[in-house]
């Protein structure tokens, strides 16, 4: 081995603070030799922390991808019970579940518009209209025909089974909606992120289904048909952050006031 | 969870409760992410190839017999997930040649541009060594990448590349060699490393 291949790895132990004695020793003989080697060694600590501060950065959003939920792995193998074990889904399937609610998301907030508008137009309640209830990406939410901004909770309220292709409004409380505040779930884990585990809320009410597509079963009984089912949930959590960078570039969680959430939003 | 535990928390057989599964994804994603860092396109999100190993992580990890290979497994995983996102943006640049610039480069906004006119000097340096080291040769930028996520001992990276542990240890003394080189390239004041005037240079 050459002295430079020595060089590079007595610098290479140096870096991971792994180096013996002897080798220190055999690093401070390099250096009395090739006077250049403190300028390597400079150069090699530099280039270190540098990759380690931008390694930092970058690998950081990894430990914001967690694995599909339970539930949207089961939802896309009917039948199948997933309950304690993840499903073994099919690799086409499961490609197709990457980022579920993405595709969903924009399909439930052109569904909500509409629902929206389709409310506000045969109601024609000014009043109604104003309390400004709004929903995923900012569509308009249907609200319960007889709440009351402000009545009491209902935690332990059921969303209602309103069936594919069901235009029913589902029960929506105003004021667990402002508790829910202004988002939808996964669009929530984007933004922010509670502090401590996962969200895993209660149910609180539902949006109306949106049929997406419908066609004759293959035995001839009835339709399969594809519908999306939003729900909103409301959890407790201890606070509120989203992920900014300090002074020296580092990733830190900056604290969000629930109200500055739902103006972001807004 | 049934058969003999590894050194990853696994288990040689048996299906891994949905814990357990989401506990050892904790464990290694940071170094899924830093493969995926080494191989994908430079304008590849790394969340969103993340996220597609996660779900073939979870959709296969029921095919893989011997648990003891899980981190050879999962880097297959994420050299394929890259390597096919790198396929189709190829794919797609034929529809964009007019974007090209004339190194045939795709001619896309840098999404971490912006973030460097906010970043100080600090970060603008670690986001040009990074780009360094994401330029190095396959062999060598792996397992520098690999050796700059916290806690990943030169044993583990050598089971994950597959490779000797002597082995690793020449390629990272290398890929280093190769670093300092163009690092000290871009030291010169032509080649746009951000300068820092000594009054800016903060005492100690």
């Known amino acids: 081995m050459n002295d430079d291949n020595t060089l590079d790895l007595l610098l290479g132990r140096i870096l991971d603070r792994r180096a013996s004695p002897a080798d220190w020793d055999s690093f401070a003989t390099f250096a009395q030799a090739r006077p250049d080697t403190w300028g390597q060694l400079l150069t090699a600590l530099r280039s270190e922390q540098g990759l380690q501060r931008s390694a930092d950065i970058e690998l950081s959003v990894a430990d914001l991808v967690d694995l599909p939920r339970e539930a949207t792995v089961a939802s896309l193998e009917p039948g199948s019970d997933t309950r304690g074990t993840w499903a073994a889904v099919p690799p086409r399937v499961a490609r197709r579940a990457r980022r579920p609610w993405t595709g969903w998301a924009a399909a439930a907030a052109l569904a909500l518009a509409w629902a929206g508008s389709t409310w506000l137009a045969t109601d024609g309640s000014a009043q109604r209209a104003a309390t400004g209830l709004r929903g995923i990406n900012g569509a308009p939410v249907a609200a319960a025909p007889h709440a009351e901004p402000g009545a009491a909770s209902a935690p332990d309220a059921a969303p209602s089974d309103l069936g594919p292709g069901s235009r029913d409004e589902a029960p929506v409380d105003p004021a667990l909606l402002a508790q829910a505040g202004n988002t939808a779930g996964p669009r929530l884990r984007d933004a922010a992120a509670p502090v401590g585990d996962d969200l895993h809320g209660d149910i609180v009410g539902q949006l109306p289904l949106q049929l997406v597509s419908s066609v004759a079963s293959a035995d001839g009984n009835g339709l399969d048909v594809v519908y999306v089912r939003p729900v909103l949930e409301r959890a407790r959590v201890s606070g509120m952050y989203s992920l900014g960078f300090d002074d020296a570039g580092r990733l830190s969680p900056v604290s969000i006031q629930p109200a500055s959430l739902l103006l972001a939003d807004n | ?204």
């Open chain 2, 1 to 204: 969870m049934t058969g003999e535990a590894t050194d990853d928390g696994s288990s040689d057989a048996g299906p891994l409760p949905a814990l357990a599964l989401d506990a050892l994804w904790r464990e290694h994603r940071r170094w899924v992410a830093a493969i995926l860092l080494a191989y994908m396109p430079r304008e590849a999100e790394l969340d969103d190839l993340l996220q597609e190993v996660a779900v073939i992580f979870v959709s296969r990890i029921g095919e893989l017999r011997d648990r003891g290979a899980l981190r050879p497994w999962l880097r297959t995983i994420a050299i394929n997930a890259a390597r096919m996102d790198a396929r189709a943006r190829r794919a797609r640049r034929v529809h964009l040649r007019p974007l090209e610039d004339q190194d045939g480069e795709m001619a896309l906004a840098d999404p971490s541009a912006e973030h460097e006119q906010l970043a100080s000097d600090t970060r603008a340096e670690a986001e040009a060594v990074m780009r360094l080291a994401r330029a190095l040769p396959e062999d060598y930028r792996e397992p520098l990448l690999l050796r700059s996520v916290q806690g990943l001992t030169q044993k583990q990276i050598s089971v994950t590349l597959g490779l000797p542990e002597t082995t690793i240890e020449t390629r990272l003394a290398r890929a280093r060699r190769m670093l300092r080189q163009q690092v000290d390239e871009m030291h010169t004041p032509r080649s746009g490393w951000p300068e820092r005037s000594a009054a800016r240079v903060a005492a100690p």
